[in-house]
């Protein structure tokens, strides 16, 4: 069992950045692939980004690409999510997951682990 605990969430301007992070339980977080999802109220969980086990290779949201970077540091069991030039449509409840098989990384299907999420508000 993995278990997955994210940090880094809070009230943000827009324009602002935020940095999550999310740790893993498991000393072999790098057997698993990484991703964000994020559930903005009244919205269903929506993709955001995923990472490779060895972090070379990543795919993103298309409305979080060139905003959004996600990384991993397999030495410290964590994935990072770095938002920049944060909207107001960005508030959501964002959650990490790790997959073992490393299939349907941009769909929640794919997921074996989730975290519980972390709360991002941006204002305007």
């Known amino acids: 069992q993995v278990q997955l605990v994210e940090s880094g969430g809070g009230v943000v301007q827009a324009g602002g950045s935020l940095r999550l992070s999310c740790t893993a339980s498991d000393g072999t977080f790098s057997d698993f692939a990484m991703g964000w999802f994020r559930q903005r109220s009244g919205k269903e969980r929506e993709f955001v980004a995923a990472?490779?086990?060895?972090?070379?290779?990543?795919d993103y949201a298309d409305s979080m690409k060139g905003r959004f970077t996600i990384s991993r540091d397999n030495a410290k069991n964590t994935v990072y999510l770095q938002m920049n030039n944060l909207k107001p449509e960005d508030t959501a409840v964002y959650s990490c997951?790790?997959?073992?098989?490393?299939?349907?990384?941009?769909?929640?299907?794919?997921?074996?682990?989730w975290g519980q999420g972390t709360q991002v508000t941006v204002s305007s």
């Open positions: 997951a790790a997959a073992r098989y490393g299939l349907d990384l941009d769909r929640a299907v794919g997921y074996d682990y």
């Open positions: 990472v490779t086990w060895s972090g070379t290779a990543t």
